[in-house]
């Protein structure tokens, strides 16, 4: 009787589990002339808000038009996109545009005009679905684009608030967050950073530079991680880095800071 009990509960998370994960949706946003955003999106039944996921590395995820994801997998964004739509958010997963489909991907392309026009529309579209605040979420190398972005682009068009999870402090080959026009922005900004992140590129000990440069926001949190497991390249998504073994713990506190910031 214990062992068919304990069967029967587990069919019943099973079940749970799986109405619970929000369907997945290809879509080919026409944005500059003769180009198109390749998103997938996952839309809650009643959205309380609308994330942008901008994976680091080249960006390339190389969607595939049934949804297969190329690249980046285990980016910590493109594999935690389930866990913020369980929060009530709309979720948007951005590829590398339809003319940036080949090698090097976004890498040098994070902060020119053709990067913004392209995620202004992805903005523009949400906010066709939802009347919800839109956040801009970018990790390791795609903190450069969604902070270059939101300096780039003001109300209305820009984002309403912006989340940089394990930030590109110093970049020796282009231009890194905190030396960006941080004081621009006049929206809620989220500091998300491991304090053991090994990566050249994150030290989490230059992240108070970081803070000291959001003067004009109209609220700015760091939240420090520790914990969880550090496995391989310590810039890769199953380091530190990528909050591995942590993901339901971090998007929890990501998407509850947000929710109470609107």
């Known amino acids: 009787m214990h062992t068919i009990i304990k ?14 994960m929000a369907q997945e949706q290809v879509v080919d946003l026409p944005t500059r002339a003769g180009v198109f955003q390749r998103m997938l999106v ?26 297969a994801i190329k690249w980046g997998k285990e980016n910590f964004v493109v594999r935690s996109r389930q866990l913020f739509a369980e929060r009530g958010l709309l979720v948007v997963v951005v590829d590398a545009p339809s003319d940036r489909q080949s090698p090097p991907f976004l ?29 801009l979420v970018g990790t390791s190398r795609g903190t450069q684009s969604a902070a270059f972005i939101a300096t780039e682009l003001q109300a209305p068009d820009g984002p309403d608030g912006l989340v940089l999870t394990s930030t590109i402090l110093i970049d020796h080959e282009g231009r890194s967050v905190p030396a960006m026009p941080l004081e621009k922005l006049r929206i809620p900004v989220l500091v998300v950073h491991h304090t053991q992140d090994g990566c050249k590129h994150c030290p989490y000990s230059d992240t108070a530079a970081l803070m000291d440069k959001l003067t004009g926001t109209t609220s700015k949190q760091l939240l420090s991680i520790r914990g969880g497991e550090n496995t391989g390249d310590p810039c890769n998504a199953l380091s530190y ?16 800071w947000m929710l109470a910031s609107r």
């Open 241 to 256: 880095h990528g909050y591995n073994g942590l993901d339901r713990e971090v998007i929890d506190q990501i998407a509850s």
């Open 42 to 67: 996952l839309t809650p039944p009643e959205p309380r808000g609308a994330v942008i996921l901008i994976a680091g590395g080249h960006g390339g995820l190389q969607i595939s038009a049934d949804g």
């Open 107 to 135: 890498a040098g392309n994070r902060q020119k005009p053709e990067h913004v026009a392209d995620i202004k529309a992805v903005i523009a579209w949400i906010r066709t679905k939802t009347k919800t605040p839109v956040w």
């Open 7 to 20: 069967a029967g509960l587990a069919l019943l998370f099973t079940i749970h589990a799986v109405i619970s």
